[in-house]
Structures are given as structure tokens and as C-alpha cells.
Nanobody, 124 residues
């Protein structure tokens, strides 16, 4: 079990950028698949991006691919999400999560540990 704390959310104009960070404590990030999800009230949690435990593979949703980049900093024991060309529909709460390797990284129900989220606001 690990603890995750997100930061970096805020308000930005459409077309702008934000960088979210997720600090992980309790174990090494290299032992987990790490994912970013987002959720709007009344809707299911939506996959955004994930980084495999061995560092070999990154995964993106169709809406994130080409605009967002997930990266891991082993020295800081963290995972970041660089978000560029933000759109109003990207505005919501973003969560990071940790998953034991060997599971489908796209499925939120397969992540055991979650942060509390950070809010992103995109003004049109």
C-alpha cells in the first residue's frame, strides 16, 4: 500500500498548459503501474494516462494522446502529467493511482491506492 498526493492543479486559459505532480510514499514507484484518471460529478472515473512499473510503456486515452505526457521521476518518487493545449472539456478533478503490475492499466477498478485529487479549471 502506498499514499499518493496530487498537486499542480489550478486555473488556465483554453490552449494553455498545466503540470500535475503526484508524490508517492510508502514504497518505490518502480514497483507499481501509475495512472492518472479524471472524474466529473455524476460520471464514471475516466482513464487519462498510465506509466508501467518497468518504465517501458506509457498508455494514453484518445483524448490525451498528443496533448498530455506522463513521466516518472524515480529520484522524487513521483509521477507527473504534463498537459498542453488544454480544452474546456479537460476541466475536472484529476486523480493519480497505483496498481500492482500485471493488471489492465486502463481499468480504474484495478487500482488499489488513490490520491485525493487536484482540480483543473480551463476557462474558455
Amino acid at each position: 500500500q502506498v499514499s499518493l498526493v496530487e498537486s499542480g492543479g489550478g486555473s488556465v486559459q483554453a490552449g494553455g498548459s498545466l503540470r500535475l505532480s503526484c508524490e508517492v510514499s510508502g514504497d518505490s514507484v518502480s514497483k507499481y503501474n501509475l495512472g492518472w484518471f479524471r472524474q466529473t460529478p455524476g460520471k464514471e472515473r475516466e482513464f487519462v494516462a498510465a506509466f508501467s512499473f518497468n518504465g517501458h510503456t506509457t498508455y494514453y486515452s484518445d483524448s490525451a494522446r498528443g496533448r498530455f505526457t506522463i513521466s516518472r521521476d524515480d529520484a522524487k518518487n513521483s509521477v507527473d502529467l504534463q498537459m498542453n493545449t488544454l480544452k474546456p472539456e479537460d476541466a475536472t478533478v484529476y486523480y493519480c493511482a497505483a496498481q500492482i503490475p500485471g493488471q489492465d492499466p486502463f481499468q480504474s477498478r484495478l487500482y488499489a491506492d488513490w490520491g485525493r485529487g487536484t482540480r483543473v479549471i480551463v476557462a474558455s
